[in-house]
């Protein structure tokens, strides 16, 4: 493919997505900007004078679009994005390791430590692992009818390490949920009494895909100097180059990578994973082995199959988030364009910002569930990324929706002139917070 060509492709594509930035600059500074009909990014683009028809195209609007916003058509809500610089992260301890290193040193107390660490003399653990939350009831009245309360029931076992199942209940006056919006779209925690604004008619954060398949081959036949490789050298292609089937891969063997893995992997966002995908949320074999190497085998003369046998374990990989309960079957949340949701519709569901205190969900009520008590209780707050308008696609949200909850909690119970004051909510200069430049670690 001639280089100018390519060249021209993607400076028409900078432009069309300056031009896609100006216009979601413009959208947030309108007087009320926040109860809108979203029209899209590709919507918008396409106005911008963009217009992703050849193969060639699609293979470069993947790259601006679906790579950095896990799927096709974003919602204009995500613009102008955060981000500003992408990290790879393959620290082979994983980033698991943070918050377990964390709950080590300061939330764990075991036998070894009671001894010799005072915060630990006559501690119990107050942390719980490997148990799934099943029920949260937050309308429970305290003895005396002053005041409410909360019981949360926890499971744990049921599987091949811990067969036996065993139910935990647990007690307090506030509970703060920090699952994924996946968990709670998908309505795997039971509420009582049901929320009042529920996730299908309220919740806009809906779980999108993000899947690295990594290759392992015999020999390298890549150019090693090389972090990416775009692979688009037949017309027949262009059914693979629309869906994004594996046209984009990155080599893992470049220098200050993982030297001498002989490792490229691909990246599957949402809608080409929803379409590869079998009945039980995996793809085949004959899938991973089949058109999604295809690209490279076009490219490549030298090409070299990465497997011999039809064993795909130590060979080829991919993590498992679309089928795992705990993730909430997905890699991470954003703002859906598909259902045109509102912004009013997004504090209702996880409170907090503007929404008036105890008009939206967790507050504990009347018994019969009119929702006319004179005076409620905010007994269940939502955190973690997607309740954080500013940051739901990355860490600092969580962390910032923490702290907020966690105030949220101090100013209810204990000090109500306690100030809430944070970055997911502050609506005096959104575009401006909108445009700050935050590390984005890909999952």
Request: some cysteine.
């Amino acid at each position: 493919m001639d280089p100018e060509e390519v060249f021209a492709c993607i400076e028409k594509m900078t432009n069309a997505y300056q031009c896609l930035d100006d216009a979601a600059d413009a959208f947030w500074e309108e007087d009320e900007p926040y109860n809108f009909g979203d029209l899209g990014a590709v919507e918008v683009l396409n106005q911008c004078g963009w217009s992703g028809q050849t193969p060639l195209d699609r293979v470069v609007q993947w790259v601006f679009v679906d790579y950095e916003y896990a799927e096709h058509d974003p919602s204009l809500v995500n613009f102008p994005s955060p981000i500003e610089e992408f990290f790879l992260v393959h620290d082979q301890r994983g980033f698991e390791y943070l918050p377990q290193r964390f709950a080590q040193d300061h939330l764990l107390c075991s036998d070894a430590t009671r001894g010799r660490d005072a915060k630990c003399n006559g501690a119990q653990d107050n942390i719980r692992l490997n148990q799934r939350v099943t029920d949260i009831k937050y309308d429970l009245v305290n003895a005396g009818g002053v005041g409410r309360r909360v019981k949360v029931r926890a499971q744990s076992g049921g599987t091949s390490a811990f067969p036996s199942q065993q139910c935990t209940e647990y007690t307090g006056k506030r509970v703060i949920a920090t699952v994924s919006a996946g968990v709670l779209n998908e309505d795997l925690i039971e509420f009582d009494p049901p929320l009042k604004y529920p996730a299908a008619t309220s919740n806009p954060m809906k779980m999108q895909q993000y899947i690295k398949i990594f290759y392992q081959f015999p020999t390298v036949f890549w150019d090693n100097n090389k972090e990416f490789i775009v692979s688009l050298t037949d017309t027949t292609l262009l059914e693979s180059a629309q869906s994004g089937d594996c046209n984009h891969w990155q080599n893992l063997d470049a220098r200050e990578f993982v030297e001498g893995s002989r490792t490229l992997f691909c990246t599957l966002t949402t809608e080409a994973y929803e379409k590869l995908k079998n009945a039980s949320g995996k793809l085949d074999p004959n899938v991973l082995t089949g058109k999604l190497l295809d690209p490279l085998r076009h490219a490549y003369a030298a090409f070299v199959e990465p497997i011999d046998t039809g064993v795909l374990t130590d060979t080829v990989y991919y993590p498992g988030w679309k089928t795992d309960v705990d993730t909430g079957y997905g890699s991470y949340s954003s703002w859906s364009a598909a259902n045109r949701f509102e912004y009013d519709d997004y504090y209702r569901f996880f409170g907090g910002g503007p929404a008036e205190y105890c008009k939206h969900n967790g507050c504990s009520c009347d018994a019969d569930n009119t929702w006319n008590c004179q005076d409620p209780e905010w007994t269940l707050l939502f955190a973690g990324a997607a309740s954080c308008f500013e940051y739901y696609e990355v860490v600092d949200g969580a962390y910032e929706s923490g702290i907020r909850s966690a105030n949220y909690v101090l100013k209810d119970l204990f000090d109500p002139d306690i100030e809430v004051e944070t970055v997911c909510d502050d609506m005096e200069d959104r575009r401006k917070l909108r445009t700050r430049h935050l590390p984005k670690f890909r999952p």
